[in-house]
């Protein structure tokens, strides 16, 4: 089996069998995409430029989603005290339930992975460790 080969696996294993979006969707009632928002903000409040840097998104679209998710309740928008032109934004009680929810889903490992026995969860933790500890080093 070749690299590709279980890289396709791999991807297949995480984003079709688990199917995590659709599974957070499910639980959550919001997109993806506002789940992640919301996840981000777990961190703390920042400025909405600074979420769309970090979130790599484009900002009107961002803002677009920050109206949604203060119109649903989720987060607040409020004017920087220091940068009156900046807005920050922050999670509200049910922001922050939906963004641990969320986080609780993603962190539920596929049915696949739990039934490994002990030996083999431990070579495959080894592995992606090693893979994990090679991509650092080249990034």
Same mark, same amino acid.
């Given at each position: 089996?070749?690299?590709?080969?279980?890289? %396709?696996?791999?991807?297949?294993?995480?984003?079709? @069998?688990?199917?995590?979006?659709? %599974?957070?969707?499910?639980?959550?009632?919001?997109?993806?995409?506002?789940?992640k928002v919301?996840?981000?903000?777990?961190?703390?409040? *920042?400025?909405?430029?600074?979420? &769309?840097?970090?979130?790599?998104?484009? #900002?009107?679209?961002?803002? *677009?989603? =920050?109206? !949604? =998710?203060?119109?649903?309740?989720?987060?607040?928008?409020?004017? !920087? #005290?220091?940068? +009156? +032109? +900046?807005? @920050? $934004?922050?999670?509200?009680?049910?922001?922050?339930? /939906?963004?641990? $929810?969320?986080?609780?889903?993603?962190?539920?490992?596929?049915? &696949?992975?739990?039934?490994?026995?002990?030996? !083999?969860?431990a070579t495959?933790? +080894? *592995?992606?460790?090693?893979? /994990?500890?090679?991509? &650092?080093?080249?990034?």
């Amino acid at each position: 089996m070749s690299a590709p080969d279980v890289w %396709a696996d791999l991807r297949s294993l995480v984003l079709e @069998v688990s199917d995590p979006h659709r %599974a957070v969707v499910a639980a959550t009632g919001e997109s993806f995409f506002r789940t992640k928002v919301l996840r981000r903000l777990l961190h703390g409040p *920042i400025s909405a430029g600074e979420l &769309a840097e970090q979130l790599g998104s484009d #900002p009107p679209y961002l803002s *677009i989603t =920050l109206r !949604d =998710l203060e119109a649903r309740g989720h987060l607040r928008r409020t004017e !920087d #005290p220091v940068d +009156r +032109r +900046r807005r @920050v $934004v922050a999670l509200t009680d049910s922001g922050r339930e /939906l963004a641990r $929810v969320a986080n609780d889903v993603l962190g539920t490992p596929p049915a &696949a992975l739990t039934a490994l026995d002990g030996s !083999d969860l431990a070579t495959l933790a +080894r *592995i992606v460790s090693s893979l /994990l500890g090679d991509s &650092a080093t080249s990034a």
